[in-house]
């Protein structure tokens, strides 16, 4: 059984942005992957931004979830950008081990909205 | 502010489900917290357990029907020690390449880490020694 994780929505032209708020672990991770491709598909976005800057706890669950979400988008031709601040939780972790097909990551969302608006 | 004092080791039962996760963290959190360790170190140590603990909870081949997962935290000096102990048998190689990144996390953050497996059950112990940041 999962329990439910918030995360913030932002629709702008360039890009549907998501931003979890509190920890990401494995049981949120399935909630979280079907409540943003919902939102990806309701808002027909051509380029999501998972901003992570709010994660306060985030672990290989929450890369998973982003392997599972770059898989899912590309299928429609919908970008995947992940913001990870400086300084977060998510830097730490993405700068821990090496790792492929999560999709671009920036250090933050103005540069992410800039690499979807290109 | 002034830290509560150090209370001594702190003893953790929980079922082992991932909603025992957040329960967990949070009161490692707190005892990390009355331990002095910083915000840093103490969001790597929560992340080599939350890695264990995951693990516990995914791995076991034959999980017993009441499976608990243990986790016994103490000071040993200026160091922390944190064992993790489930009572199910694993894989001996992660199942899924998720969980080759777990292992593969909590080793990079963990400092000294140790994996016994035994029938019974498996247990992680890290080893973090205060003042030391380890990737």
Not at chain 1, 37 to 54: E, Q, T, W
Not at chain 1, 55 to 81: K, P, Q, T
Not at chain 1, 97 to 117: F, K, Q, T, W, Y
Request: charged content about 25%; hydrophobic content about 45%.
């Amino acid at each position: 059984m999962s329990h439910e994780l918030q995360f913030d929505t932002d629709r702008l032209p360039e890009a549907l942005i998501a931003r979890p708020l509190g920890d990401i672990d494995m049981a949120v991770t399935p909630g979280i992957q079907a409540d943003v491709l919902g939102a990806v598909a309701r808002h027909s976005a051509g380029c999501l931004v998972v901003d992570l800057g709010s994660a306060s706890y985030i672990d290989s669950s929450g890369i998973e979830l982003l392997f599972r979400l770059h898989g899912a988008l590309a299928a429609d031709g919908v970008e995947l950008i992940v913001v990870a601040p400086d300084g977060s939780n998510a830097a730490r972790l993405l700068g821990l081990v090496a790792m492929n097909d999560i999709g671009e990551v920036r250090r933050s969302l103005a540069e992410a909205l800039h690499r979807c608006g290109s | 502010s002034r830290r509560e004092a150090a209370g001594g080791p702190l003893t953790v039962r929980l079922p082992a489900e991932a909603t025992s996760l957040g329960p967990l963290r949070e009161r490692l959190r707190r005892w990390l917290d009355a331990e002095g360790l910083d915000r840093a170190e103490a969001a790597d140590v929560l992340l080599a357990v939350g890695e264990a603990a995951s693990n516990a909870i995914e791995h076991p081949l034959e999980p017993a029907p009441a499976a608990i997962v243990v986790t016994l935290a103490r000071m040993e000096g200026d160091a922390v020690r944190i064992s993790i102990r489930d009572h199910g048998r694993w894989d001996e190689e992660p199942s899924a390449p998720h969980r080759g990144r777990g292992m593969n996390i909590m080793q990079a953050v963990a400092g000294e880490l140790a994996i016994d497996r035994t029938p019974e059950g498996t247990t992680v112990t890290i080893h973090h020694r205060k003042g030391e940041r380890v990737a």
